[in-house]
């Protein structure tokens, strides 16, 4: 399955709402997590199953979506949210899981 | 709390085998409920799976990679590997070691090791 993640990049201000979108090339049904990176460090887990925050994950990230077409939501950017944000489908078994190529937030 | 650790060689020669381990630590390796698992990320590119592994021995590998992979895990030293061969360059990117519960199409990855940059190069 063929993950497509849009824009490449997303120039924000701060306190500004960001909207991250995320494509399959066919039904996942709400098999999508979210995943934040900064430079320099491991991925993150913000958000499995389409729309359920992972542990510790702040309330102003929301996912959604189902079947072909997801959107990652963070309603009013932090300083801290600058990163890059990756995509992943968690549908196929046996397991073959596929990432899309990342969205990067910058400061607008 | 769980904390993975990964070790590698840093620089691997094209058609050797890449070698990569994680340690375990915080938590258990040897229970049910959880795969361990690798995944890379080539420099400036996004991310690739590559395989899990249960405590069972039971794998799953990427069909893009299966042909060269072999995922393997020791209980009893609270660790995992990742065998790799014949490399080329296009095996050059930061590779993480994760885990994931269990089940069918839990394939998100709650955890993550800090990631090892393996260069293939001669």
């Known amino acids: 399955i063929l993950m497509t993640q849009s824009p490449n990049t997303l120039s924000v201000s701060l306190g500004e709402r960001a909207t991250l979108s995320c494509r399959a090339s066919q039904s996942i049904s709400n098999n999508l997590a979210w995943y934040q990176q900064k430079p320099g460090q491991a991925p993150r887990l913000l958000i499995y199953?389409?729309?359920t925050r992972a542990t510790g994950v702040p309330a102003r990230f929301s996912g959604s979506g189902s079947g072909t077409e997801f959107t990652l939501t963070i309603s009013s950017l932090q300083s801290e949210d600058f990163a890059l944000y990756h995509c992943q489908q968690h549908s196929t078994w046996p397991p073959s899981w596929t990432f899309g190529q990342g969205t990067k937030v910058e400061i607008k | 709390q769980l904390q993975l650790q990964e070790s590698g060689p840093g620089l691997v020669k094209p058609s050797e085998t890449l070698s990569v381990t994680c340690i375990v630590s915080g938590g258990s390796i040897g229970v049910s409920g959880y795969y361990w698992g690798w995944i890379r990320q080539p420099p400036g590119k996004g991310l690739e799976w590559i395989g899990d592994?249960?405590?069972?021995?039971?794998?799953y590998y990427n069909p893009s990679l299966k042909s060269r992979v072999t995922i393997s895990i020791d209980t009893s030293k609270k660790q995992f590997s990742l065998n790799l061969r014949p490399v080329t360059a296009a095996d050059t990117a930061v590779y993480y070691c994760v885990r994931r519960r269990s089940g069918y199409t839990n394939g998100w990855y709650d955890s993550w090791g800090q990631g090892t940059l393996v260069t293939v190069s001669s």
């Open positions: 199953g389409a729309t």
């Open positions: 592994i249960y405590f069972s021995g039971t794998t």
